[in-house]
């Protein structure tokens, strides 16, 4: 399998990555003068701003310590909460609801789509950290086309679930 837009070069003292995203370009590795040496030949072809260390990249928050790199979504969580009206509800303990054989049946459609389209593609980033919800968020993305009122609960129920 390829993936087009993660570069890796690896010399004999040195990994480099290269991640391309839309216009975004992330360059990691574990020798500063070959980051800068990168950096340099992107912006010999590209005209690049350095922006620093990365902070936030697709809804993740990148933090540093002696230990290594943490990865966290929280902030995106609850932007997603607030954004939906759903930030003080009360969280679900599961996922899926358990009343879920309406799924299949295209009754009472969603008159504006748009709104259980933007949450889908919200959740989609945020089974990146929360892997809990991968399967449902994957089970309703199946319903972007035709989603129904039901479908739209079931969503705002995962939204709530907390690992």
């Known amino acids: 399998?390829?993936?087009?837009?993660?570069?890796?070069?690896?010399?004999?003292?040195?990994?480099?990555?290269?991640?391309?995203?839309?216009?975004?370009?992330?360059?990691?590795?574990?020798?500063?003068?070959?980051?800068?040496?990168?950096?340099?030949?992107?912006?010999?072809s590209f005209n690049i701003k350095d922006l620093g260390e990365l902070k936030y990249f697709l809804g993740l928050k990148v933090s540093r310590s002696k230990k290594g790199i943490h990865l966290c979504q929280r902030?995106?969580?609850?932007?997603?909460?607030?954004?939906?009206?759903?930030?003080?509800?009360?969280?679900?303990?599961?996922?899926?609801?358990?009343?879920?054989?309406?799924?299949?049946?295209?009754?009472?459609k969603l008159h504006n789509r748009n709104p259980y389209r933007r949450l889908i593609g919200k959740l989609l980033y945020l089974t990146n950290i929360r892997l809990d919800i991968t399967f449902v968020v994957q089970l309703l993305n199946q319903f972007v086309l035709e989603p129904t009122v039901h479908h739209q609960q079931v969503v705002q129920h995962t939204t709530l679930h907390q690992s």
């Open 75 to 108: 902030k995106y969580a609850f932007d997603i909460l607030e954004e939906t009206g759903l930030l003080g509800s009360k969280p679900c303990l599961t996922p899926l609801m358990s009343n879920t054989k309406f799924l299949l049946e295209i009754i009472d």
């Open 1 to 44: 399998m390829s993936n087009y837009s993660l570069f890796t070069r690896k010399t004999k003292n040195s990994l480099s990555i290269l991640l391309v995203y839309v216009d975004d370009i992330i360059l990691a590795g574990d020798s500063l003068q070959e980051i800068e040496r990168n950096k340099y030949f992107l912006n010999y």
